[in-house]
């Protein structure tokens, strides 16, 4: 609920500020203005949705493309589609409403989200300590790199450029966006000090870039006649440097402070409305923050934005980190999204020379070789500029090596403020003046960005990965291997112990270990050793009160031939609760008995009830994908809470029963079915086929367990609150005793399926939790920093896999699994161990 609401502000000030937009700049009749308004929000909700798309397909398949790139290449074929085929419908509309948005709008749109969730992300001890070398990145190699291109715009290209124009030309290729090569980083557990380094580069520069795009523009815009420049330019363009950088710091301090106090006064973190408005206030004072840096006086709002983003994440007081950091993530996705689309669909529009779009041979074929020339001599520029300034760079702040310094320069990417710049140029040379000449150069301008923020996305962002290995900078040594196996094995340990333990309820007893071994690699060599070594821990672990012993019956057949009378001796005592642990745990604790109406009593009950469904949510038990169980749960909990405030009894099985009956029970096959067609048509290998716990009685079987499940820990909560530790409960056993004619009804039903289905549909439920366990246990090693993103992201892709094959998984017969004769022949291991327990 956090997260909608959250998302609806960040759309409602995206799209608002887009319906603005459009809006000022129409010069069309009133209707048409309102028709405008009206199309003007297809175009992002319809980037948004592609995005969805394409996200899944990359996260589907073996290309391994950016998300921006391909984001950007979208945009492309929607700019030269809406171009080249010209049509009035509403999509078209939208497109070229966005298109021709205001560039200062566009700015204002984009970037104080950008730049903000930036500066937040960044470690702010150690951005502290790199600011002497993330200065020199920022202000004199961006000059240097600014000069550089502005010389070969000038000198090179036959274009005929004013070198003012060149130079605005360099500034607004100055801008480095590493998106892609910051989740590299994040995921390989790149070195601390290099995924600084070019964070911290990428935000100044981003600053600095801005301020001379401004000074060196707005004198092109002079060179036009549309702007007026001081008499004393060298003068002037320094008072305005000094003007945006100082005034920018002095805003972000500000409005830093004035963040810093709302977020001090709302910090009472017990309360989840006061963390969402905390989240609230800090994309509010973000984007005024840029708007009055920026708009209204005239100083840089990146570099507001930059210090107001340090500020907050080094001295706010943020009640919930994980909700701001999450809310900050989807900022960032939902922005990228829309600005590389945009980016793309101007480019593209520009690319198709198309007459209806009065650009028509502004970015002819022998633009393209220049472009070709251009990414090569960026990436040089680049590259010599950081072995130039290596000697400083390796001595102050932070220091550096060559291999970083080989990395930082390669992951020069272009992308987010660079486009906004250039289509704010371009849009700014368009609507104030009709020089032909001069609205040539600004498309041929952002063809050239345009294309280089494609090229560098696309190959530098692509290669960044073979770089960072061949460098020597990931963390894929032989030491690192070593603690990868030893955290798969502890990992594995964990899953034994769940295993063990998991087979002490009563809804596990069908569980066959053969179905278990050929679903989980993991417990295929699992020895007769450690499974009595498991046994162990799960006695030793589970308080004496709460201890039940795990049903083994359809476990030792497969361990007959190793298993020998001492052995099952041991085992046989080791299911025993200990007494020494009994004395020393003690018995359970008797509460006050309390008289509660029956209503009341309900009403908890329901709560209860509540409460474990969502365990068994968290716990990986209702996975998403086995069908509607956990809709059916929740939905029939959610009903019988009117009834039970009304004084009827329990009765949510026979609510859950008429959920099921209804119409969703006609159309719960078609996401299904949708998901498996979307499925098959993205991986090239992969189970196919109808979805086995998909299907009606399977689903139905897993939804009994699941609500008998929770009826049961609902009472043992409810007897260990209320209950005491006699058997005389006064008025609470009646509660009590309408949940276990709940429980009957519910264990009638499961009774009237085949025992084999039953059997095999317990099963694979019982590989899913267990894998859904396992995924669990690799999340937390990674939120604690013990794994890297990608390290993590392998094992849980190998577990999503096992779980997909379990889920189309029709055997009823697996490999290794015995048949009831075999396990006959082992019936004489049971009984022999049956009468050691006794």
């Known amino acids: 609920v956090k997260m909608a609401i959250i998302k609806c502000i960040v759309i409602l000030l995206v799209f608002v500020g887009g319906l603005q937009g459009t809006a000022a700049n129409s010069t069309e009749a009133e209707m048409d203005i309102q028709e405008s308004n009206l199309s003007v929000e297809i175009f992002p909700w319809f980037i948004e949705l592609l995005g969805i798309a394409v996200f899944y397909f990359l996260n589907r398949t073996t290309l391994r493309l ?69 200065f020199i990145f920022a202000f004199p190699m961006v000059l240097a790199g600014t000069a550089s291109i502005a010389a070969i715009a000038f000198y090179v290209f036959p ?86 950088t100082v005034g920018g710091i002095s805003f972000g301090i500000v409005f830093g402070m004035l963040l810093l106090a709302i977020l001090f006064m709302l910090s009472k973190r017990l309360l989840a409305e006061e963390n969402v408005i905390q989240v609230a206030a800090t994309i509010t004072v973000a984007y005024l923050n840029y708007y009055v840096a920026d708009a209204v006086f005239g100083t840089s709002g990146i570099i507001a934005t930059v210090v107001l983003g340090y500020l907050i994440k080094s001295l706010g007081t943020i009640n919930d980190m994980e909700l701001m950091e999450n809310f900050w993530a989807l900022v960032e996705h939902l922005l990228n999204t829309l600005l590389f689309s945009l980016g793309g669909t101007v480019w593209g529009s520009i690319i198709s020379n198309s007459i209806t779009s009065g650009r028509a041979g502004h970015f002819a074929g022998v633009d393209w070789l220049y472009l070709l020339l251009l990414f090569v001599f960026v990436n040089v520029i680049r590259l010599v500029l950081f072995i130039l300034f290596y000697p400083i760079t390796s001595r102050i702040g932070l220091k550096t090596d060559m291999a970083e310094t080989l990395f930082s320069s390669f992951a020069g990417l272009r992308g987010a403020v660079g486009i906004s710049l250039a289509i704010a140029l371009d849009h700014e040379v368009w609507s104030l003046s009709e020089n032909e000449k001069a609205r040539e150069s600004s498309s041929k301008v952002f063809g050239m960005v345009g294309g280089i923020a494609f090229l560098t996305l696309l190959l530098n962002g692509t290669l960044s990965a073979c770089v960072l290995n061949s460098l020597g900078l990931t ?146 038990e209702l996975d998403g994908r086995l069908g509607f169980v956990r809709y059916k749960l929740m939905a029939g909990l959610n009903q019988i809470e009117k009834e039970v405030e009304s004084g009827r009894q329990l009765c949510d099985w026979e609510m859950c029963r008429k959920i099921s009956e209804s119409w969703l029970s006609r159309i719960k096959e078609f996401p299904v079915k949708m998901a498996s067609i979307a499925s098959r048509c993205v991986q090239k290998k992969g189970p196919t086929g109808t979805c086995g716990l998909a299907r009606t009685p399977m689903e139905q079987i897993i939804f009994i367990l699941s609500f008998v499940r929770a009826h049961k820990e609902a009472q043992a909560s409810f007897l260990g609150q209320f209950g005491g530790s006699g058997s005389s409960l006064g008025s609470n056993c009646e509660v009590i005793l309408e949940s276990d004619s709940e429980i009957s009804q519910a264990m009638k039903e499961l009774q009237a399926f085949d025992a084999d289905i039953v059997q095999v549909t317990v099963s694979h439920f019982f590989c899913i939790s267990l894998l859904n366990k396992r995924a669990r246990i690799v999340e937390s090693y990674k939120s604690r920093g013990l794994m890297t993103e990608r390290e993590a992201n392998e094992i849980v892709e190998e577990i999503e896999h096992q779980i997909t094959h379990i889920l189309h998984c029709q055997r009823k017969l697996h490999p290794g699994e015995m048949t009831r004769e075999a396990k006959s022949k082992a019936f004489s291991i049971r009984r022999a161990f049956s009468m050691r327990q006794a």
């Open 66 to 134: 950016p998300y921006t790139t391909c984001m950007f290449i979208v945009g492309v074929v929607m700019g030269v589609s809406t171009s080249r085929l010209y049509k009035d419908d509403q999509l078209a509309e939208s497109v070229r409403s966005w298109t021709n948005i205001d560039g200062e709008l566009l700015l204002l749109i984009f970037l104080p989200g950008l730049i903000f969730r930036d500066a937040f992300s960044m470690d702010p001890y150690l951005f502290e300590a790199s600011i002497s070398q993330t």
């Open 159 to 244: 274009y005929g450029w004013s070198f003012n124009l060149a130079l605005t030309f360099g500034s607004i290729l100055a801008a480095t966006d590493p998106v892609a090569v910051n989740a590299l980083l994040n995921e390989v557990g790149a070195p601390p000090r290099l995924k600084t380094h070019i964070a911290g580069e990428s935000m100044l520069n981003d600053g600095s870039a801005v301020v001379f795009f401004t000074i060196f523009g707005s004198r092109f815009l002079s060179e036009l006649g549309e702007v007026s420049e001081s008499d004393d330019e060298p003068i002037g363009s320094l008072l305005l440097f000094l003007r945006m």
């Open 475 to 620: 963390r894929c040594t032989e030491t690192r291997k070593k603690i990868l196996k030893f955290y798969t094995e502890s990992i594995n340990k964990q899953i034994l112990d769940d295993f063990i333990h998991m087979l002490s309820q009563d809804r596990f007893s069908h569980v066959d270990f053969g179905f278990v071994r050929y679903h989980l690699p993991l417990l295929r060599n699992l020895t007769f050793s450690e499974l009595e070594e498991a046994v162990v821990e799960n006695r030793n672990s589970v308080p004496t009160s709460k201890y039940k012993t795990p049903n083994l019956k359809h476990i030792l057949p497969y361990f007959a031939d190793e298993v020998g009378e001492g052995s099952l001796y041991r085992l046989a005592s080791s299911l025993q609760p200990s007494h020494e642990k009994l004395e020393s745990v003690g018995l359970p604790r008797k509460h006050r008995m309390l008289d509660i109406h029956h209503i009341e009593q309900r009403k908890i009950f329901v709560e209860l009830l509540k409460k474990a469904y969502i365990s068994q949510i968290d716990r990986g």
